[in-house]
């Protein structure tokens, strides 16, 4: 029997008080890739998402190792080509942000978001992925939005022919160093170690790039601007100098961390915050299901992140009918 699809279909907007056999919380490539699989076994299912489906994968610029594209391909076409698959399924989708999760181990679970809606659920995924690590510096929200940024593929382009900072050393930091690079005048990137934590090739393209000069042992001190960032203030910890660079923009990318706040306290997580679940991707609660980056776990990469997903559909799919 051929399976039935419906070719280029709107996301379904759901209406508070709806009932489902499972919402996922997060529309990453572990989200996606589950609405897929619930929306394939005809499943009522809703996706939530504070933003448009993508996670960080949307923020990304280029992707090299997702197998099936060997030029790699840009993080935000990626994305679209996921929202385009399984919203060709009868998957609901909907733009709010989890607030809290009533009775999370009763047989009934409430989703309240901050529109005030609820939903109700038999069994919940959680694919909510990681949230940018702050330097916890009190420039950061001072300047937040205005010089400030945690996403380059977002706000890159706002500084075109300007000096920026990248913070970090790390295969984030440098995929947002190497994107920034295509426009941006002069690109410095802090690093507070001797070495480049990213990959070999990735690390390879920073020493080889003539706009990004990298700055070892170096700290992000302190921040200046009247209404924006206007310059930073560098402190060498081999030479214990302090350096004011004059720049408009400053990205940080020290790391991730999973969002404490949609975590219930029920849950089982490890040391780190990450959520512990078995091989089938189940919690410690019942019919509560954990997948991708925010689970406890060796690799965080896009590719584990999509098996996670589906892991997670099919069993949360085989417990519904025990």
């Avoid at 700055?215 to 930073?232: A, I, P």
């Avoid at 925010?294 to 085989?318: C, L």
Wanted: hydrophobic share 40%.
């Amino acid at each position: 029997m051929k399976e039935q699809v419906i070719a280029e279909k709107t996301p379904l907007i759901p209406k508070s008080g709806d009932s489902f056999d499972m919402v996922i919380i997060g529309a990453g490539p572990a989200g996606m890739s589950a609405a897929l699989c619930a929306g394939r076994a005809k499943l009522r299912v809703l996706l939530i998402d504070k933003a448009l489906p993508g996670g960080q994968a949307s923020t990304s610029y280029r992707v090299f190792n997702y197998l099936g594209f060997p030029q790699g391909i840009l993080g935000s076409d990626l994305a679209i080509r996921m929202e385009e698959h399984f919203s060709r399924y009868e998957v609901f989708y909907t733009c709010e942000s989890v607030k809290d999760i009533i009775n999370i181990s009763g047989t009934e679970k409430a989703i309240k978001t901050d529109l005030d809606s609820v939903f109700y659920a038999k069994t919940i995924i959680l694919a909510v992925g990681l949230e940018p690590k702050q330097m916890n510096k009190p420039f950061e929200k001072q300047f937040l939005g205005r010089g400030i940024s945690y996403y380059a593929q977002c706000d890159g382009e706002s500084y075109r022919d300007k000096d920026v900072v990248v913070v970090g050393g790390g295969n984030c930091a440098c995929y947002a160093a190497e994107y920034l690079s295509e426009f941006v005048n002069k690109l410095y990137l802090v690093h507070k170690s001797d070495y480049i934590k990213a990959v070999k090739f990735l690390s390879a393209k920073m020493f080889n790039n003539p706009k990004i000069h990298i700055l070892w042992n170096t700290d992000v001190e302190d921040v200046f601007g009247v209404d924006r960032v206007e310059k930073v203030k560098l402190y060498n910890q081999g030479t214990n100098q302090h350096t004011w660079v004059d720049v408009k923009g400053v990205f940080v990318y020290v790391g991730r961390i999973p969002p404490k706040a949609i975590i219930s306290p029920e849950l089982d997580v490890d040391e780190d915050g990450y959520i512990i679940t078995d091989e089938f991707m189940r919690t410690n609660i019942r019919g509560v299901y954990a997948a991708g980056d925010i689970r406890s776990k060796q690799i965080r990469q896009i590719a584990t992140a999509v098996a996670d997903g589906m892991i997670a559909a099919i069993n949360a799919e085989r417990d519904l009918l025990r």
